[in-house]
């Protein structure tokens, strides 16, 4: 029987190759029709069907595969246009127009925040006012923060002015008490891109250096995972005064980009060893589910009984295990290790469908007790927008841990991939589309957290009942305080049994509220996780889908956003029309936000992904191979 599929090594062969073999072979087919009766014909026909069919049987991917090189299109991808699937880095070029309108947009920013509030840490844009995280004096919170953009975008001007102020009036010398993991990523990991970015300016990796040598002795506590806090003048680190004793997983698992590549350029071990004692308390607390809960113990160095979730808290903890093994070139496989072990934890615990359209989502874990003091863990269909960087960062995780040869096509083919990649992949392109249907709002903006149907929810009696995912209490407003926010956590996580009450209807319903609350504060247009998935699943795949939908929320943010006196504002509830603004505009949404959409239009040659790691605010750092060897394994 001839087999009509090519063979396994026909099938790695170039595009091209391929189709003049697969011209060949229709033209060797069409002689010996020619020739035969029409009997004869319909004969082979059939048995190259039967062929197909059979082939097909046995093996659905080579089929797939088949068509995936022959014609550049396999139904695997739904729906997706790759732009072509040889083995080689694919040329994307940019959308001109576009990126220039999101360079106007960083303009329109910047230069309301420089001309109102040029040095201060934030900027609210409403009343032309800056402010400082504490009262010691600011930091370079948003000048640090968006001088690599300006320097993507080729700002000359506004570059060398920001440049200056970094020079001349930065300081570090502050009396107050500042996020380790917040400074780390937005002011050490934005002088350390600008280095990189302006070929080795010495001024950012001074800077960085004195910031590096203030942070580090956070690390001085019993366990070795760092404090929360740090007094930048005083070089001490600060416990935490809501939470004590506890460190948040994201926080103490997100510091290691920087770090070890700030140790790579200075050559000073000590600051890779530090970060990288937390990574090996980390592995050493492995739960037996292998998930991360979002609080850790500052003293023994434990996971402390508190939520599991992908959003905040827990988010960057994975994002950093697969970004700390692209950091080094795939040299630290302790890394790749880790990530693939959490996401197939991640997979068996977390990841569920909507009921109606089957829509993949992640639900958090968050643990009750009863009466005698016994822990148990109820699922909860509630997503943060946090999560949906997970989507992206599946998509490239499955194109490294999970490629068998050293780079795959665009988009990658089945066969490039492990079984776990393929998995990957498949839920990274799946929660992609859950994040960009969450945008369909009024304003069509995401919301900050988004619930999902459940059976038990009891809201199909409900003729008004959404379908998939709903904004809790979006149309309700309850006048609770901030510390609701964090007593909601206290509930969520419990030092010792007994500390605190346990899980009721009551409390749950408070906790409902507590969600009201914090979406009216925290629900914001410009967040950029969603947009950061697009620019990495466009570059992974060549889909032009991707493109489309960050334009049509670039848009949105342009249409309810855009204060026509200058600078963007956070806006109150996406699901309201006309918007109510807040008079703020976050640091991420210059340094991440629009380098996102930026590099989404841009050529796919700017910072191309086997070169370059994003740290968690969006600062690219390049791929190095490590002078130093892993400490532990
Ligand atoms: C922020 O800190 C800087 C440096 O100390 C100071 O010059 C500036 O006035 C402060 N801004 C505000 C709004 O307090
Ligand atoms: C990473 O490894 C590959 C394959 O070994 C090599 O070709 C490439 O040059 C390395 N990249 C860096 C930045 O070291």
Not at 95 to 120: C, Q, T
Not at 340 to 358: F, R, W, Y
Request: glycine share 6%.
């Amino acid at each position: 029987m001839t087999d009509p599929l090519p063979s396994k090594k026909k099938r790695d062969q170039p595009k091209q190759a391929l189709a003049a073999q697969a011209g060949k072979a229709h033209k060797e087919g069409r002689q010996h029709a020619a020739g035969s009766s029409g009997v004869f014909k319909l004969l082979s026909a059939f048995v190259l069907l039967a062929a197909v069919v059979v082939a097909y049987r046995h093996d659905p991917t080579l089929f797939t595969d088949f068509l995936d090189s022959w014609i550049g299109f396999s139904e695997h991808w739904e729906g997706s246009q790759p732009a072509t699937s040889t083995n080689n880095p694919v040329h994307l070029s940019a959308d001109i127009p576009k990126r220039n309108a999101v360079v106007a947009a960083f303009r329109h920013s910047w230069l309301a925040y420089e001309k109102d509030a040029m040095g201060d840490d934030e900027y609210h844009p409403i009343s032309h006012k800056g402010s400082n995280l504490t009262s010691a004096g600011g930091i370079g919170y948003t000048v640090v923060d968006s001088i690599d953009t300006m320097l993507l975008m080729g700002l000359e001007a506004e570059y060398a002015r920001a440049r200056s102020w970094i020079a001349d009036k930065l300081s570090f010398e502050r009396d107050g008490n500042f996020n380790t993991f917040e400074t780390t990523i937005r002011v050490l990991g934005g002088l350390l891109s600008a280095y990189h970015l302006s070929s080795g300016d010495p001024v950012y990796l001074d800077k960085a250096t004195e910031l590096a040598d203030r942070i580090l002795p956070v690390f001085e506590t019993p366990s070795g995972l760092p404090h929360p806090m740090i007094n930048l003048a005083k070089g001490v680190g600060v416990a935490n005064a809501d939470f004590t004793g506890l460190v948040s997983t994201a926080e103490v698992a997100t510091l290691q980009l920087e770090f070890r590549y700030l140790s790579h350029l200075t050559g000073n071990d000590d600051y890779w060893r530090r970060v990288e004692n937390a990574m090996r308390i980390i592995k050493s607390a492995r739960l037996p589910h292998g998930l991360a809960s979002i609080f850790m113990s500052v003293d023994e160095g434990q996971y402390v009984t508190s939520a599991i979730r992908l959003g905040s808290r827990g988010d960057s903890y994975y994002e950093y295990l697969l970004k700390q093994y692209l950091q080094t070139n795939g040299s630290e496989p302790v890394y790749s290790d880790m990530y693939e072990d959490a996401m197939t934890a991640i997979h068996n615990h977390l990841v569920q469908k909507s009921t109606k359209s089957g829509m993949t989502y992640t639900a958090e874990l968050i643990p009750e007790k009863d009466a005698s003091g016994e822990v148990s863990w109820r699922l909860t269909p509630k997503q943060d927008h946090l999560v949906c960087f997970l989507a992206g960062s599946l998509m490239l995780g499955a194109t490294k841990t999970g490629a068998l040869a050293q780079s795959v096509s665009v988009p990658p083919r089945d066969k490039e991939l492990t079984p776990s990649g393929r998995r990957d992949w498949k839920t990274g392109v799946e929660l992609l589309r859950t994040c960009m249907s969450t945008h369909d709002t009024a304003t069509g903006l995401s919301p900050e957290i988004v619930h999902f149907r459940i059976p038990s929810d009891g809201m199909d009696h409900n003729s008004m009942a959404p379908a998939d995912w709903y904004i809790k209490g979006a149309r309700q407003v309850f006048p609770f305080s901030m510390s609701f926010g964090y007593e909601l956590e206290h509930f969520a996580c419990f030092a010792s049994p007994g500390e605190f009450p346990p899980y009721d209807a009551r409390y749950m319903l408070r906790y409902v509220y507590v969600f009201t609350y914090v979406q009216y504060t925290d629900t914001n247009g410009p967040s950029p996780e969603t947009v950061e998935s697009l620019f990495l699943s466009y570059r992974l795949t060549g889909d032009q889908l991707y493109r489309d939908h960050g334009w049509n929320i670039f848009q949105s943010i342009e249409k309810h956003c855009r204060l026509s006196s200058g600078g963007y504002a956070t806006i109150v509830n996406v699901d309201e029309v006309p918007v109510r603004h807040e008079d703020k505009m976050e640091t991420f949404w210059m340094s991440e936000t629009l380098k996102y959409l930026y590099l989404l239009f841009d050529d796919s040659n700017t910072l191309p992904l086997d070169k370059y790691v994003f740290n968690t605010e969006a600062h690219p750092l390049p791929i190095f191979q490590p002078s130093v060897r892993t400490g532990f394994s």
